[in-house]
């Protein structure tokens, strides 16, 4: 049974720096990976999709790596702002159009 | 419309009525999956649909929960006789078909909130 995994459970880091909110899984046979954002009280909004035989994808700010062997993706963060805030998620599935198994989530928070 | 549409936003119902969560995903999605999130908990999968058939619906948690899909568009969660224990967000998703770019982006609605008390 794939189990996926996010440590910290939150972070809080000063405007303007570099994180990087790690993703572990425990199956390596995945179709793709996927991180999203939610705020409190709303939907999931997707920030990046990894399929397996990618290494990374970048999109403005934010470039997701993808270790498929070692079962690990990290999701990085240049020069964060306050409305990076938020809770992100990853997630793994199996096969195409196959259920998303998610993490927990890391809730942000970037002090201004 | 331009994303994937959930109603009602919030229901409050009594335990032991019955509630129907509504999902108008998005236009040309193919794939249509149900998800639940409680307080402090991750996402639990429920169910997923292809077009109109539900290929996996191991995530319902009892005979109590059943969806359908009609003409490949509009799905209804329906819950029956419901429990505390079955206030939670459920959140909807689609993707596009297979044959696509990108299979197996999903892109979720801002949740139906079920309180029951």
């Known amino acids: 049974k794939q189990e996926v995994t996010q440590i910290p459970a939150a972070l809080s880091v000063p405007e303007g720096e570099n994180l990087v909110l790690n993703c572990s899984f425990t199956d390596s046979a995945i179709y793709n990976l996927q991180w999203f954002r939610q705020d409190p009280g709303k939907g999931l909004t997707s920030l990046l999709l990894i399929q397996s035989s990618q290494r990374e994808q970048t999109s403005g700010r934010l470039n997701a790596s993808l270790d498929k062997s070692s079962g690990r993706s990290t999701l990085y963060i240049a020069a964060s702002q306050p409305g990076d805030s938020a809770t992100y998620l990853c997630?793994?599935?199996?096969?195409?159009?196959?259920?998303?198994?998610f993490g927990k989530g890391i809730t942000l928070s970037v002090r201004p | 419309g331009a994303g994937v549409s959930q109603s009602p936003s919030n229901k409050v119902t009594e335990k032991g009525k019955d509630v129907e969560l509504r999902c108008d995903p998005i236009?040309?999605?193919?794939?249509l999956y149900w998800y639940r999130q409680s307080l402090g908990q991750g996402l639990e999968f429920l169910i997923y649909?292809?077009?109109?058939?539900?290929?996996?619906k191991s995530g319902l948690p009892s005979d109590r929960f059943s969806a359908e899909r009609t003409g490949g568009s509009v799905s209804t969660l329906t819950i029956q006789r419901t429990q505390q224990e079955d206030s939670a967000v459920y959140l909807c998703?689609?993707?596009?078909?297979?044959?696509?770019?990108?299979?197996?982006?999903?892109?979720f609605g801002e949740g139906s909130r079920l309180t029951v008390l």
């Open positions: 236009s040309g999605h193919t794939a």
């Open positions: 997630a793994v599935s199996a096969g195409a159009n196959s259920k998303l198994t």
């Open positions: 649909f292809q077009g109109n058939s539900a290929p996996d």
């Open positions: 998703a689609s993707s596009f078909p297979s044959d696509r770019p990108n299979t197996g982006e999903l892109f």
